[in-house]
T-cell receptor
Framework: GAVVSQHPSRVICKSGTSVKIECRSL??????MFWYRQFPKQSLMLMAT?????????EQGVEKDKFLINHASLTLSTLTVTSAHPEDSSFYIC??????????????FGPGTRLTVL | QKEVEQDPGPLSVPEGAIVSLNCTYS??????FMWYRQYSRKGPELLMY????GNKEDGRFTAQVDKSSKYISLFIRDSQPSDSATYLC????????????FGAGTQVVVTP
C-alpha cells in the first residue's frame, strides 16, 4: 500500500506555544488529506478534511482558528495547533487518499503524532 | 447515541482460536464498511473492505455485513500473538465521500 509519513512522531511543548505537524504522502499524490485526533481507548474523531489548494473543511465543534490546516501541495499537509493547552494533548493522525470521485476510496494513514502539552 | 458502537474489550483468546469482533451502527446510509488494525502508538492499517451486504474472505480474515440488522463482523481464524492489536471498524455513506465514522476499537490479546 501507499505510504504516509508524519513528523514529528511525538512532541512535548509548553502551554501557550504553537506546534506544527506535517503529513506527507511519499509515493502518491494526495488529492485529499484528513486529520483525526484520538484519545486513549477512544475512536478516531475526524477534525477536518483538506483538499489541495483550497481551504480545509472543519467538522462541527473543531475550532478552525486553533487548528490551522494547510494543504499547499499534493504531497504535504500541515496541522498547526495554536496556543496549545493541556487539553489539546492527544494523538493526531493524518490520512491521505488519491481518490476524488470514488466514495470509500482507501485512506492511507500516517503513524500518528503524540502531542503532550505541559 | 454514537453512530457506531464497538465493544472496547479487551478480548483475550488463546493462540489458534477464532477471534470474533463486531460493530453495530445506526445510520442506514452507510454503504462502505472497513476493518482496520492499529498497533499501539501507530496509525491504522486497512485489513478488509466491503461494499453493502455480504461476506468477504481474505486469508485468515472474514468480514460480514448484515445491513438489515446494521451489524458487521470480523473473524480471525487461527489467531497468532502477532494479531494482538486494536481492531477498529469504520464506515461511510455513499454521499459523504471519505468521511469515515470509526468505532471505538476492540483491543485483542492473543496469548501463546
Amino acid at each position: 500500500g501507499a505510504v504516509v509519513s508524519q513528523h514529528p512522531s511525538r512532541v512535548i511543548c509548553k502551554s501557550g506555544t504553537s506546534v506544527k505537524i506535517e503529513c506527507r504522502s511519499l509515493d502518491f499524490q494526495a488529492t485529499t488529506m484528513f486529520w483525526y485526533r484520538q484519545f486513549p481507548k477512544q475512536s478516531l474523531m475526524l477534525m477536518a478534511t483538506s483538499n489541495e489548494g483550497s481551504k480545509a473543511t472543519y467538522e462541527q465543534g473543531v475550532e478552525k482558528d486553533k487548528f490551522l490546516i494547510n494543504h499547499a501541495s499534493l504531497t504535504l499537509s500541515t496541522l498547526t495547533v495554536t496556543s496549545a493547552h493541556p487539553e489539546d494533548s492527544s494523538f493526531y493522525i493524518c490520512s491521505a487518499t488519491s481518490g476524488r470521485e470514488n466514495t470509500g476510496s482507501e485512506q492511507f494513514f500516517g503513524p500518528g503524532t503524540r502531542l503532550t502539552v505541559l | 447515541q454514537k453512530e457506531v458502537e464497538q465493544d472496547p474489550g479487551p478480548l483475550s483468546v488463546p493462540e489458534g482460536a477464532i477471534v470474533s469482533l463486531n460493530c453495530t451502527y445506526s445510520n442506514s446510509a452507510f454503504q462502505y464498511f472497513m476493518w482496520y488494525r492499529q498497533y499501539s502508538r501507530k496509525g491504522p492499517e486497512l485489513l478488509m473492505y466491503t461494499y453493502s451486504s455480504g461476506n468477504k474472505e481474505d486469508g485468515r480474515f472474514t468480514a460480514q455485513v448484515d445491513k438489515s440488522s446494521k451489524y458487521i463482523s470480523l473473524f480471525i481464524r487461527d489467531s497468532q500473538p502477532s494479531d494482538s492489536a486494536t481492531y477498529l471498524c469504520a464506515m461511510t455513506p455513499t454521499d459523504s465521500w471519505g468521511k469515515l465514522q470509526f468505532g471505538a476499537g476492540t483491543q485483542v490479546v492473543v496469548t501463546p
